[in-house]
C-alpha cells in the first residue's frame, strides 16, 4: 500500500469526480411509490402530437413567413382549440363539493332505521281504534298443566265457566263469582290423565272430557255427576268438538267418532283419514263442515252427513307439520284458518268450499292456537319456541298489530269469554292469563268491560278479575 498523494495518480473518488459518476444514481424500483397513471379519456391526443411535432424555435423571417406563421396558428386553434386550456396529462376532476351539511346528511342517515321502526308502529296504532293493554288483566296459576303440544285442555262456557284440566283433575273457575269447583278426576293410574275437555254450544249445563284411557264422559256440572261414558277409541282423546247434540272426538288412534249424545247406540260415524294423532277438531258456523287436524300434517274436511265409509271432502297436504290450531272465521262464510307446528310454522286460510289455498303467512314460530276477534276482522295467534308470545294480525292484510308476552313457556290453549272481549291463554309455565284483547266496534276507551253470559247476568270486570285466586 502507497500513500496516493505523493505520486502522479489521483484518487478514485477524484477520478469519479471529473468523469461525473459521482452525480449519477443507480436506477431503482421503488414497489411503495405510487404511481401516476393519466386519465386518457381526458387527454387531447391531437394537440398533443400536434405540439411535440412543431418547432419551439422559430426564426425570424420574412413578413410572409410571419402571415404564414399566423395562418398555421389560426388554423390549428380552430381545428384543435386553444392549447393553452388544454392538458397534456390529466389525473381526473376536482372532487365535487359536499351537497347541504355533511352532519344533517350523516343524521338522516343513521337515523333512517329508526324512522322506519317508528312508521310501523304508526301504522299498527293506525289499524286499530281501540287501546290494546300490553299486560295481561289476570293471572292465576295453573298447577300440573301439561306440556303436551296434542292436548285441548281449556273451554270457555256461555255461562262464563271456564274449564281447565290439570293432569288428573278438571276444576270449574266462575268468572262471576270467582268460585271453584273440581268436577272429576280420573284414576289413580300413573299414566292416566285428562286429555281434552269442551263445554256443550247452548246452555252450558254439561261437558265433555276426554281421557288417556279412550274414554269420552259427559257430565252434568249442575249435579256434579258423569250421565254417561262413550267408547269408541282405543287410546287417548286428545280433542274433543260440539255441534248441537253431535259430539266428535278425535284420538292418538287416527280416527274421528261422532256421537249422539241423546240415544243409547251414540256412534253414528267413524272417520279414517288420518294416519297419525287427530289433535284438533272445529265445526263451522253453520254446522256443515268439520275441520280435522293431524299429526301426519294433514288437514281433512268433512261433510256433516259423511257416513264411516266416505271419504272427506277435501285432503289438504300443504302444511309442514301437525296442525293443531284450528278456527272458523265468523265474517265470512266457509273460511277457515289454520296454524302449523315447529316445521311448518304458518297460517293458513282456506276456503272450504273450493279447497282453495287463500294465503299463507310464515310467523317464525309454532303455532298452538288460533281465535278470531268477533266484532272485527282480526285473528289472534299463540306461539311457542322461540318467544312464547300471542300475537295479534289484521285480515286479510295479515299486518301485525300487537304483540303479547309474559308467558316464560309456549302458549298452547286460547279461549274466548262469552262476551267475545277477554281471551284467557293457557301455557307450558302452568298460568293461566286473562287478556283485554277484542272490543266491539265503537266502544270507548276506558269504559269498564263486562263479562255477560246469554243467561243475563253481567259483572263489572273489576269486581270478577281483580281478585286474587289460584287454581288447584
Given at each position: 500500500f502507497s500513500d496516493s498523494r505523493g505520486s502522479g495518480v489521483n484518487a478514485r473518488w477524484e477520478r469519479k469526480k471529473q468523469r461525473g459518476e459521482g452525480d449519477r444514481r443507480p436506477l431503482s424500483v421503488n414497489n411503495g411509490s405510487?404511481?401516476?397513471?393519466?386519465?386518457?379519456?381526458?387527454m387531447n391526443m391531437d394537440l398533443s402530437r400536434h405540439n411535440l411535432s412543431a418547432n419551439e424555435i422559430e426564426v425570424e423571417g420574412s413578413e410572409s413567413d410571419k402571415n404564414g406563421n399566423n395562418y398555421k396558428s389560426a388554423l390549428?386553434?380552430?381545428?384543435?382549440?386553444?392549447?393553452?386550456?388544454?392538458?397534456?396529462?390529466?389525473?381526473?376532476?376536482?372532487?365535487?363539493?359536499?351537497?347541504?351539511?355533511?352532519?344533517?346528511?350523516?343524521n338522516v342517515l343513521y337515523s333512517a332505521s329508526v324512522g322506519v321502526a317508528d312508521k310501523k308502529k304508526k301504522n299498527s296504532a293506525?289499524?286499530?281504534?281501540?287501546?290494546?293493554?300490553?299486560?295481561?288483566?289476570?293471572?292465576?296459576?295453573?298447577?300440573?298443566?301439561?306440556?303436551?303440544?296434542?292436548?285441548?285442555?281449556?273451554?270457555?262456557?256461555d255461562t262464563n265457566v271456564l274449564a281447565v284440566a290439570l293432569d288428573k283433575t278438571v276444576y270449574l273457575w266462575n268468572a262471576g263469582?270467582?268460585?271453584?269447583?273440581?268436577?272429576?278426576?280420573?284414576?289413580?293410574?300413573?299414566?292416566?290423565?285428562?286429555?281434552?275437555?269442551?263445554?256443550?254450544?247452548?246452555?252450558?249445563?254439561?261437558?265433555?272430557?276426554?281421557?288417556?284411557?279412550?274414554?269420552?264422559?259427559?257430565?252434568?256440572?249442575?249435579?256434579?255427576?258423569?250421565?254417561?261414558?262413550?267408547?269408541?277409541?282405543v287410546e287417548r282423546i286428545g280433542s274433543l268438538c260440539w255441534n248441537e247434540h253431535i259430539l266428535s272426538s278425535g284420538g292418538r288412534d287416527a280416527i274421528i267418532v261422532n256421537h249422539d249424545v241423546r240415544v243409547a247406540q251414540h256412534k253414528l260415524a267413524t272417520l279414517s283419514c288420518h294416519t297419525q294423532e287427530v289433535c284438533q277438531l272445529s265445526w263451522s258456523k253453520d254446522g256443515k263442515t268439520l275441520a280435522s287436524g293431524g299429526n301426519d300434517n294433514k288437514l281433512c274436511l268433512w261433510d256433516a252427513s259423511t257416513s264411516s265409509s266416505a271419504n272427506p271432502r277435501f285432503e289438504l297436504n300443504d302444511h309442514q307439520a301437525a296442525v293443531k290450531a284450528l278456527s272458523w272465521s265468523p265474517h265470512e262464510r266457509n273460511l277457515l284458518a289454520s296454524g302449523g307446528g315447529t316445521a311448518d310454522r304458518t297460517i293458513k286460510f282456506w276456503n272450504s268450499h273450493t279447497g282453495a289455498l287463500l294465503n299463507s303467512i310464515d310467523t317464525e314460530s309454532q303455532v298452538c292456537a288460533l281465535q278470531w276477534n268477533p266484532f272485527e276482522k282480526e285473528i289472534l295467534s299463540s306461539h311457542g319456541f322461540a318467544r312464547n308470545h300471542l300475537c295479534l294480525w289484521k285480515y286479510p292484510s295479515m299486518a301485525k298489530i300487537k304483540e303479547l308476552?309474559?308467558?316464560?313457556?309456549?302458549?298452547?290453549?286460547?279461549?274466548?269469554?262469552?262476551?267475545g272481549?277477554?281471551?284467557?291463554?293457557?301455557?307450558?309455565?302452568?298460568?293461566?292469563?286473562?287478556?283485554?284483547?277484542?272490543?266491539?266496534?265503537?266502544?270507548?276507551?276506558?269504559?269498564?268491560?263486562?263479562?255477560?253470559?246469554k243467561t243475563g247476568s253481567a259483572l263489572p270486570l273489576s269486581a270478577e278479575f281483580m281478585r286474587p285466586m289460584q287454581i288447584r
Open positions: 405510487d404511481r401516476f397513471i393519466p386519465n386518457r379519456s381526458q390549428s386553434s380552430v381545428l384543435l382549440g386553444d392549447s393553452k386550456s388544454g392538458r397534456v396529462l390529466a389525473f381526473g376532476d376536482k372532487a365535487p363539493e359536499p351537497k347541504g351539511d355533511v352532519v344533517n346528511n350523516l293506525n289499524m286499530v281504534n281501540r287501546q290494546i293493554p300490553s299486560a295481561p288483566a289476570r293471572i292465576l296459576d295453573a298447577p300440573d298443566m301439561l306440556d303436551d303440544y296434542y292436548l285441548n285442555l281449556l273451554s270457555w262456557s263469582s270467582g268460585d271453584i269447583t273440581e268436577l272429576c278426576s280420573v284414576e289413580s293410574d300413573a299414566d292416566s290423565h285428562i286429555s281434552s275437555v269442551s263445554w256443550v254450544q247452548e246452555g252450558g249445563s254439561h261437558i265433555a272430557v276426554g281421557t288417556s284411557s279412550g274414554k269420552t264422559q259427559l257430565w252434568d256440572v249442575h249435579a256434579c255427576k258423569q250421565l254417561r261414558s262413550m267408547d269408541g277409541h308476552e309474559g308467558h316464560a313457556s309456549r302458549v298452547l290453549h286460547m279461549a274466548v269469554s262469552p262476551d272481549c277477554t281471551v284467557v291463554s293457557a301455557a307450558a309455565d302452568e298460568t293461566l292469563r286473562f287478556w283485554e284483547i277484542f272490543a266491539p266496534a265503537g266502544k270507548a276507551k276506558g269504559s269498564t268491560k263486562r263479562m255477560a253470559s
